[in-house]
C-alpha cells in the first residue's frame, strides 16, 4: 500500500468500491479509507467503520483481519492527530505498530513510526520525533520501500533545518537533491518543504515562494492536505516577508478557507495565526489580535508546538506594539518556556529579546538586562549574526534609558555606545547586510550625546544612506512581490489549466476504461445474444441487454419484408409496453429507419426540445435522441434497430460503440434463428415424408408377405406348396445331419432321439371315380377337406403340402423313426374314419395310401440318401401301399445289411426283394403286403454279389409322381 497514492488512483479506488461485494468490497475499502485519510477525513473513518464491519461478518482469516485492522488503526489514528487527539491518535499507532511488528509487516511499522513522528513534533518533542521517523525509515528501507523512507528522510532533513540551517544543509543538501531526482511526486512535496526553509532562512522570499506553489500542488496531489495548508501559509508568510501584505493576506485568506474544510484544528490555528499577523503588518490591529487569540486558543491542544510558540510571538509583538506591556510579556513568557523545550534557537533567541524589550518598556531594567545578554549568548550560541545585532540594540537601548553598571572593557563615552559599536563590527562581518538605520541613528545619537560631533554626523550620514537603501530594499521587495505575484497569477492559471486537462484526461480515461468493461461484458452478451434459436428470443436478449447496457425508453426491431421494399417492426418496446406493429416503406421520404436500412449506415439523431419531429408515432413519448443502425450480415440487410430516449444527448461514443456491437450481434442472431427456422420446417417436411414412407413400406412389405404367401400356398387348399418344401426343407435337413453327425465323432453315444424327418407321402384311393361320378367341384371339395383332416392328425410344426393332384406330401419334423408309422396311422385314419361332404347333402367316405421314408435313410451314413430320394423311398411305399390294396400305409427302413451302392437302383426297384435279401425292411399297415413278404422270405436267398440282375420290374400301376406337371 502506497504511503500517498496519487488523486487519479484515489479515483480508481473509488470505482473499485462502487462495483465491489463482500471479500472484494472488503478489499476496496480498506485502501481507499487509508488513502482518504487526509483527503476526506471524515469520509475516510466512516469508510474505516464500514470495513470493520465486513472484517466482523466475512470469514476472513485471522492473518488479513490483524493487517486490515492495523491498517484501520492507523487511519483512525491519523484522523484522531489531525483533530488535535493526540493521545487517543498515540495510543492508535502503538496498537498498530504493534499488529503490525507480530504480521512482521516493514511498511506498517515503518507508517505507524511515522504517525508517532508527527504526533510528538506536535507535542514539541522534537527528539521523540526524530527517533521514530528514524524507525520509519529503517523499516521503509527493510522493506526496500524507496519513496517510504525517502519520505522519512525529508521530513527529519526539514526539522533539522529548523534548529540549524546551515548544519542540516551541509547534512542534507545531497540527499534531498538525489531524492527530487527521482521524481515521486509525494517525496518532492517534502523535498522541496526543505529546501524552501533554506530560502527562508537566507530570506530568498521570491524563490521560497515559487518553492511553495511547488510543494502545494504535489501536496494536494497525493492527498498530504496538511502540507498543503501550511505550504499556502507559508506562502502568505514570504508575501508578507516581501511587503505584500494584500498577497498575504490573500493567501491566508485561501489557507484558512482550506483548513475550515478539514475541521482540523491544528490547521485552523495556523492560518489564523498568520491571517493575524498579515492583519497587523496591514495595521488592522484589533482584527489582528483577535485572530491571534482565536489562533492560540484553537491550537491549545498543541501548546507544545512551534506553531503555538509562534503564534505567542506575533501576539506578543502586537501587544507591544500596542504598548499592552504586561501582556506581551506574558506572551514572552510563555513563548520562552515552548521555545526552551523546542529548543529552537531562532524561538529563543526571539523570546529573550522580546521579553527583553517589554521589560525594558515596563520599567524592569536589570531583568531586561538579564534577558537581552541571554538572547545575545543565544544568538551568539547558534552563529545568528542579525538576532546578535537585535540584542545588542537591545541592550544598547537599556543602557541609554537607565544609569546601569557599564559593561567590561567599555572604551566608548557610554554603554549605549559600547553595545551600539558591537552591532555595527558584527554588522561588518555580514556579507552585503544593510546595517539598520535604528542603529546608525542611535550611534550618531550617542557620539553626538558624547559631545563627538564629527563621528556623529558621519555616523549620521551613513544612516541617511542606509535609509536610502532600505528604502530602495523595500522598493526592490516591492518589485518582486509584484514579480513574484505576476508568476503567481500565471503558474496558478498554468496549473487550472493543468488540472482542467487532467480532469480532462481522467474523465476520458475512466470513460474508456468503462468502455473496455462495457467490451469485455459485450463479448458474453455476444454469446448469448447468438445462442438464441428463434428471433422471440433473440428480441428478448437484446432488450435486456439494452436496458442494461443504454439510456433506451424505447427499442424497436424492423425487419426487412422479403420483397426488400418495407420494414415491418417486428419487436417494440417502449417504457415496458409493447408498440404496435409499424410498416414503412424502405422509399420514405423522412424515416430514419428507412433512411439507415437504404443507405446502410448508423444514424444518430439529436432533438431539440420542443422540435417537430415528423417521423413522431402518436401515443409514443418525445424523443430527444436516437440511434438507428442496419443489421446486415455480410451486405445482406436483415432490418434496422433502433434506440431511443427523452433524455438529451442519451448517446455519446462510448453509447455509439455499444449499440453498434449490439446490433451486429442481433444482425448474427436474427439470421441464425431465420435459417434455423427454415431447417425445422425442411425438418418438418422430411419427416412427414418419411412417416408416409415407413407406411407405405409396411403396406409393401404386407403386400410382398401375401404375395410371398400366396406363392408359397397351394390356392384350392391353403397348405404350402413344393416351392415352401424347397425354401424351407434344406435348413430342416441340415439339422438333422449335424444331430447324426455329431454323434459319427463319438460312435459309442447312442443314435439321436427326435432327431428325424420322416416323409409321408399320402395319395386318396380312386379319386378319378369321384370326379368322374359327382363333378369336378365334388372332388374339389374333399381336398379342401383334407388339410384339416391332415391337420388333425400332425403337429402345427409339420409341413402340410400339397404335393400334386390329389396327393400330399407331409414332412414330420424333430420326429424320432421308431414314431413314423403310428403318424401314417394317424393320417389314414384321420381320411378315413368319417364322410367327406360332397354338398347338397352327399357324404363319401374316402380312403387314402400312405408311402413314408425317414431321413437320414440310413443313421450310420447320414449323407447317403439326399432328401428328395427320401421322398423317392416314400414313393416307392406309396407304391406298394396302392399295390397291397389301398387305405393302407408302408415304410421303407434301411438295415444293417443295407448296401450304400445298390441301395436306390436296386433296393428301390424292387423293396419286397430287398427286404427278402435282409436289405430292407418294410414296415406296412396291409396284411396282404405282410403276407408278400413272408412268401419272399421263404425263397431260396439270393446271393449277394448279383443282387441288380434279379430285379424284377415294378408292379404296373398308373402312378401320377408330378401332377400338373
Ligand atoms: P388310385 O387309387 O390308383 O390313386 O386311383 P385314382 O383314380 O385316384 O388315380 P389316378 O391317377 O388314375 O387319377 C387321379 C385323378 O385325380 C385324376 C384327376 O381327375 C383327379 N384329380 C387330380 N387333380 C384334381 C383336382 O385338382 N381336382 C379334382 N376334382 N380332381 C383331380
Ligand atoms: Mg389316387
Ligand atoms: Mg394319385
Known amino acids: 500500500m502506497e504511503k500517498f497514492a496519487l488523486d487519479a488512483e484515489v479515483a480508481k479506488g473509488e470505482r473499485a468500491l462502487a462495483r465491489s461485494i463482500g471479500r472484494d468490497r472488503l478489499g476496496a475499502l480498506v485502501p481507499l479509507a487509508w488513502h482518504l485519510r487526509q483527503r476526506d477525513t471524515r469520509r475516510a473513518l466512516a469508510l474505516a467503520d464500514e470495513a470493520e464491519s465486513l472484517i466482523d461478518?466475512?470469514?476472513?482469516?485471522?492473518?488479513?483481519?490483524?493487517?486490515?485492522g492495523a491498517r484501520l488503526s492507523l487511519v483512525r489514528g491519523e484522523a484522531k492527530w489531525l483533530f488535535a487527539e493526540l493521545d487517543v491518535a498515540e495510543a492508535l499507532a502503538d496498537e498498530a505498530l504493534e499488529a503490525f511488528t507480530t504480521l512482521a509487516d516493514e511498511i506498517g511499522c515503518a507508517d505507524a513510526h511515522w504517525l508517532r513522528a508527527f504526533i510528538a513534533f506536535d507535542r514539541g518533542n522534537i527528539g521523540r520525533g526524530d527517533t521514530e521517523l528514524e524507525a520509519a525509515a529503517a523499516h521503509a528501507s527493510r522493506a526496500c520501500d524507496v519513496p517510504r523512507f525517502d519520505l522519512a528522510q525529508a521530513v527529519s532533513a526539514m526539522w533539522e533545518s529548523r534548529r540549524n540551517p546551515r548544519a542540516a544543509d551541509t547534512r542534507w543538501a545531497s540527499v534531498i537533491e538525489a531524492q527530487l531526482a527521482r521524481g515521486n511526486l509525494a517525496v518532492s512535496a517534502l523535498a522541496n518543504d526543505f529546501l524552501c526553509d533554506l530560502q527562508f532562512a537566507t530570506?530568498?522570499?521570491?524563490?521560497?515562494?515559487?518553492?511553495?506553489?511547488?510543494?502545494?500542488?504535489?501536496a494536494l496531489a497525493t492527498g498530504q492536505v496538511r502540507l498543503a495548508v501550511t505550504a499556502t501559509i507559508n506562502i502568505s508568510c514570504a508575501s508578507d516577508d516581501l511587503n505584500d501584505h494584500d498577497a498575504g493576506l490573500e493567501w491566508s485568506q485561501r489557507a484558512l478557507d482550506m483548513a475550515r474544510g478539514t475541521g482540523w484544528p491544528i490547521a485552523v490555528g495556523m492560518c489564523l495565526m498568520q491571517m493575524g499577523h498579515v492583519l497587523w503588518a496591514l495595521g488592522r490591529l484589533d482584527a489582528a489580535q483577535a485572530a491571534l487569540r482565536e489562533s492560540l486558543s484553537t491550537l491549545a491542544p498543541f501548546e507544545g508546538s512551534r506553531t503555538y510558540a509562534v503564534a505567542l510571538y506575533y501576539l506578543g509583538d502586537l501587544l507591544v506594539d500596542r504598548r499592552e506591556y504586561q501582556a506581551a510579556l506574558d506572551a514572552f513568557n510563555q513563548l520562552e518556556r515552548r521555545s526552551a523545550e523546542l529548543n529552537h534557537g531562532d524561538l529563543r533567541v526571539e523570546a529573550a529579546r522580546s521579553r527583553a524589550r517589554a521589560l525594558l518598556n515596563l520599567g524592569r531594567s536589570s531583568e531586561a538586562l538579564s534577558a537581552a545578554s541571554s538572547a545575545l549568548a543565544l544568538a551568539r550560541e547558534s552563529s545568528n549574526a542579525a538576532?546578535?545585532?537585535?540584542?545588542?540594540?537591545?541592550?544598547?537601548?537599556?543602557?541609554?534609558?537607565?544609569?546601569?553598571?557599564?559593561?567590561?572593557?567599555?572604551?566608548?563615552?557610554?554603554?549605549?555606545?559600547?553595545?551600539?559599536?558591537?552591532?555595527?563590527?558584527?554588522?561588518?562581518?555580514?556579507?552585503?547586510?544593510?546595517?539598520?538605520?535604528?542603529?546608525?541613528?542611535?550611534?550618531?545619537?550617542?557620539?553626538?550625546?558624547?559631545?563627538?560631533?564629527?563621528?556623529?554626523?558621519?555616523?549620521?550620514?551613513?544612516?541617511?544612506?542606509?535609509?536610502?537603501?532600505?528604502?530602495?530594499?523595500?522598493?526592490?521587495?516591492?518589485?518582486?512581490?509584484?514579480?513574484?505575484?505576476?508568476?503567481?497569477?500565471?503558474?496558478?492559471?498554468?496549473?487550472?489549466?493543468?488540472?482542467?486537462?487532467?480532469?480532462?484526461?481522467?474523465?476520458?480515461?475512466?470513460?474508456?476504461?468503462?468502455?473496455?468493461?462495457?467490451?469485455?461484458?459485450?463479448?458474453?452478451?455476444?454469446?448469448?445474444?447468438?445462442?438464441?434459436?428463434?428471433?422471440?428470443?433473440?428480441?428478448?436478449?437484446?432488450?435486456?441487454?439494452?436496458?442494461?447496457?443504454?439510456?433506451?425508453?424505447?427499442?424497436?426491431?424492423?425487419?426487412?419484408?422479403?420483397?426488400?421494399?418495407?420494414?415491418?417492426?417486428?419487436?417494440?418496446?417502449?417504457?415496458?409496453?409493447?408498440?404496435?406493429?409499424?410498416?414503412?416503406?424502405?422509399?420514405?421520404?423522412?424515416?430514419?429507419?428507412?433512411?439507415?436500412?437504404?443507405?446502410?449506415?448508423?444514424?444518430?439523431?439529436?432533438?431539440?426540445?420542443?422540435?417537430?419531429?415528423?417521423?413522431?408515432?402518436?401515443?409514443?413519448?418525445?424523443?430527444?435522441?436516437?440511434?438507428?443502425?442496419?443489421?446486415?450480415?455480410?451486405?445482406?440487410?436483415?432490418?434496422?434497430?433502433?434506440?431511443?430516449?427523452?433524455?438529451?444527448?442519451a448517446y455519446g461514443e462510448r453509447e455509439q460503440l455499444i449499440f453498434r456491437t449490439l446490433c451486429a450481434y442481433g444482425a448474427i442472431a436474427l439470421d441464425n434463428a431465420s435459417a434455423y427456422a427454415r431447417l425445422e420446417g425442411t425438418l418438418r417436411e422430411l419427416r412427414v415424408t418419411q412417416t408416409e414412407l415407413v407406411g407405405k413400406n409396411a403396406e409393401l412389405e404386407g403386400a410382398y408377405r401375401t404375395v410371398q404367401e400366396v406363392s408359397l400356398t397351394d390356392p384350392l387348399t391353403g397348405l404350402r406348396n413344393r416351392r415352401f418344401l424347397n425354401q424351407h426343407i434344406e435348413i430342416d435337413v441340415g439339422l438333422c445331419l449335424r444331430?447324426?453327425?455329431?454323434?459319427?465323432?463319438?460312435?459309442?453315444?447312442?443314435?439321436?432321439?427326435?432327431?428325424?424327418?420322416?416323409?409321408?407321402?399320402?395319395?386318396?384311393?380312386?379319386?378319378?371315380?369321384?370326379?368322374?361320378?359327382?363333378?369336378?367341384?365334388?372332388?374339389?371339395k374333399i381336398l379342401v377337406?383334407?388339410?384339416?383332416?391332415?391337420?388333425?392328425?400332425?403337429?402345427?410344426?409339420?409341413?402340410?403340402?400339397?404335393?400334386?393332384?390329389?396327393?400330399?406330401?407331409?414332412?414330420?419334423?424333430?420326429?424320432?423313426?421308431?414314431?413314423?408309422?403310428?403318424?401314417?396311422?394317424?393320417?389314414?385314419?384321420?381320411?378315413?374314419?368319417?364322410?367327406?361332404?360332397?354338398?347338397?347333402?352327399?357324404?363319401?367316405?374316402q380312403t387314402c395310401s400312405i408311402g413314408f421314408a425317414c431321413f437320414p435313410f440310413l443313421p450310420e451314413h447320414p449323407r447317403l440318401t439326399s432328401w428328395s430320394q427320401t421322398i423317392e423311398l416314400a414313393d416307392q411305399s406309396l407304391y406298394l401301399a396302392k399295390h397291397s390294396g389301398r387305405n393302407a400305409w408302408v415304410g421303407l427302413f434301411g438295415t444293417v445289411h443295407t448296401r450304400r451302392e445298390a441301395l436306390l437302383q436296386f433296393v428301390t426297384k424292387d423293396p419286397v426283394e430287398a427286404a427278402r435279401l435282409g436289405e430292407l425292411r418294410i414296415a406296412t399297415s396291409s396284411a396282404v403286403l405282410n403276407r408278400a413278404t413272408d412268401a419272399r422270405r421263404n425263397k431260396p436267398q439270393a446271393k449277394r454279389s448279383t443282387p441288380v440282375a434279379r430285379v424284377t420290374g415294378r408292379v404296373p400301376i398308373c402312378y401320377n409322381k408330378t401332377p400338373g406337371g
Request: aromatic residues 4%; contains cysteine; hydrophobic residues 40%.
Open 203 to 218: 530570506s530568498d522570499y521570491g524563490r521560497a515562494i515559487a518553492l511553495l506553489l511547488k510543494i502545494r500542488e504535489a
Open 739 to 780: 444331430r447324426y453327425e455329431r454323434r459319427l465323432d463319438q460312435p459309442s453315444s447312442p443314435m439321436p432321439v427326435e432327431a428325424d424327418l420322416v416323409f409321408l407321402l399320402v395319395d386318396l384311393d380312386h379319386f378319378k371315380a369321384i370326379n368322374d361320378r359327382h363333378g369336378h367341384t365334388a372332388g374339389d
Open 387 to 649: 538576532k546578535e545585532i537585535e540584542a545588542l540594540q537591545v541592550l544598547a537601548d537599556i543602557h541609554a534609558a537607565y544609569e546601569l553598571t557599564p559593561p567590561a572593557g567599555m572604551a566608548t563615552a557610554s554603554a549605549s555606545l559600547h553595545y551600539l559599536q558591537q552591532a555595527l563590527e558584527v554588522a561588518r562581518t555580514i556579507e552585503g547586510y544593510t546595517v539598520p538605520v535604528a542603529l546608525l541613528d542611535g550611534l550618531a545619537r550617542g557620539h553626538a550625546e558624547a559631545g563627538n560631533h564629527s563621528e556623529a554626523y558621519r555616523v549620521s550620514i551613513l544612516a541617511a544612506t542606509a535609509r536610502e537603501k532600505m528604502h530602495s530594499e523595500e522598493a526592490t521587495n516591492r518589485a518582486i512581490a509584484m514579480e513574484v505575484r505576476h508568476k503567481n497569477e500565471r503558474a496558478q492559471a498554468e496549473a487550472e489549466q493543468h488540472r482542467l486537462i487532467a480532469v480532462a484526461e481522467a474523465t476520458r480515461a475512466q470513460a474508456l476504461q468503462e468502455t473496455n468493461a462495457a467490451l469485455e461484458g459485450l463479448g458474453a452478451i455476444g454469446q448469448e445474444i447468438t445462442s438464441c434459436l428463434d428471433a422471440a428470443a433473440v428480441f428478448k436478449t437484446l432488450e435486456r441487454h439494452v436496458k442494461g447496457l443504454l439510456d433506451a425508453t424505447s427499442l424497436s426491431v424492423y425487419l426487412a419484408e422479403t420483397d426488400g421494399l418495407a420494414l415491418t417492426r417486428e419487436f417494440g418496446v417502449e417504457a415496458g409496453q409493447s408498440l404496435p406493429a409499424n410498416r414503412i416503406e424502405l422509399s420514405h421520404p423522412t424515416a430514419n429507419s428507412a433512411r439507415s436500412a437504404r443507405e446502410r449506415r448508423e444514424i444518430s439523431v439529436e432533438l431539440a426540445p420542443g422540435a417537430d419531429n415528423p417521423n413522431r408515432v402518436a401515443g409514443t413519448l418525445e424523443v430527444m435522441s436516437a440511434l438507428f443502425a442496419p443489421l446486415c450480415v455480410g451486405d445482406r440487410l436483415l432490418g434496422v434497430m433502433t434506440v431511443q430516449s427523452p433524455r438529451a444527448h
Open 57 to 68: 461478518a466475512l470469514d476472513v482469516c485471522a492473518r488479513e483481519r490483524a493487517g486490515a
Open 785 to 845: 377337406q383334407m388339410r384339416q383332416r391332415l391337420e388333425e392328425a400332425l403337429r402345427d410344426t409339420d409341413y402340410l403340402v400339397r404335393w400334386g393332384g390329389e396327393e400330399f406330401l407331409v414332412v414330420a419334423r424333430d420326429t424320432d423313426r421308431t414314431d413314423a408309422h403310428n403318424i401314417a396311422e394317424r393320417i389314414r385314419v384321420a381320411v378315413s374314419a368319417r364322410p367327406f361332404d360332397l354338398g347338397d347333402g352327399v357324404q363319401h367316405t
